[in-house]
């Protein structure tokens, strides 16, 4: 399943399917930034990041992907799972510190 | 590795009442952070820390909000009066490098104003 950042708050996925969750951030100087998950009644927990050098960053099931040129960040997770239910807000920093959140999607995973 | 620890995780007072939230950041990150998240929102900045000096509040209502970090580890946020808008989740969160690192988030306090 695929979402289109701020315009499709929802995402709902079938249980081992691929998620991607897309991102369009505003600052053209933003050169760090990080996918959050945040789940009912907890904060929002580090998932992965990417530097403005890079396009392309792995973890465990996640991917982040970075378009400079259209200012554009997706999260892909592999295999989504029931646990990946939450809340993915990507936000964009840049030198000044200054931490900049999206809209967020809310991915539903179906069993 | 302990994460942020915030508290209370829960509070709920009559509206004009002061209220105050602690946080303890994660041992060794020297910025610190307090956002506000209201409902299907992001975090908002309402200050940053370095160390004890706060050097970014722009976003701070300072007439009824304050907060301090006076030995640079623990910081506290404080209302005084609170309003109705004022509930929303305070997150506290802290980074090792400012604006190099990742910031990480403690679970948040949930005021409710009545």
């Known amino acids: 399943g695929e979402n289109v950042g701020l315009h499709l708050p929802t995402l709902s996925v079938q249980e081992g399917d691929n998620s991607i969750i897309n991102c369009a951030y505003s600052?053209?100087?933003?050169?760090?930034f990080i996918w959050y998950k945040q789940e009912s009644g907890k904060g929002p927990q580090f998932i992965i990041d990417?530097?403005?050098?890079?396009d392309k960053r792995q973890g465990q099931r996640v991917t982040v992907l970075l378009n400079k040129t259209v200012k554009h960040l997706s999260l892909q997770i592999a295999a989504t799972q029931p646990g990946d239910s939450a809340v993915y807000f990507c936000?964009?920093?840049?030198?000044?510190?200054?931490?900049?959140f999206g809209q967020g999607t809310e991915l539903s995973v179906k069993p | 590795e302990a994460g942020v620890v915030q508290s209370p995780r829960y509070k709920i007072i009559e509206k004009k009442q002061p209220v105050a939230f602690w946080c303890n950041p994660i041992?060794?990150?020297?910025?610190l952070y307090w956002y506000l998240q209201n409902l299907g929102q992001g975090p908002e900045l309402l200050i940053r820390?370095?160390?004890?000096?706060?050097?970014?509040d722009s976003q701070l209502p300072k007439d009824r909000f304050s907060a301090e970090r006076l030995k640079g580890v623990d910081s506290t946020l404080k209302i005084q009066p609170a309003e109705l808008g004022d509930s929303a989740v305070y997150l506290c969160?802290?980074?090792?490098?400012?604006?190099?690192?990742?910031?990480?988030f403690g679970p948040g306090t949930r005021l409710l104003v009545l």
């Open positions: 969160a802290s980074s090792h490098r400012q604006g190099r690192g990742a910031q990480y």
């Open positions: 600052n053209s100087a933003s050169d760090y």
């Open positions: 990417i530097r403005s050098n890079m």
């Open positions: 936000a964009e920093t840049n030198q000044g510190g200054k931490l900049i």
């Open positions: 041992s060794g990150h020297n910025t």
């Open positions: 820390y370095e160390n004890e000096e706060a050097v970014d």
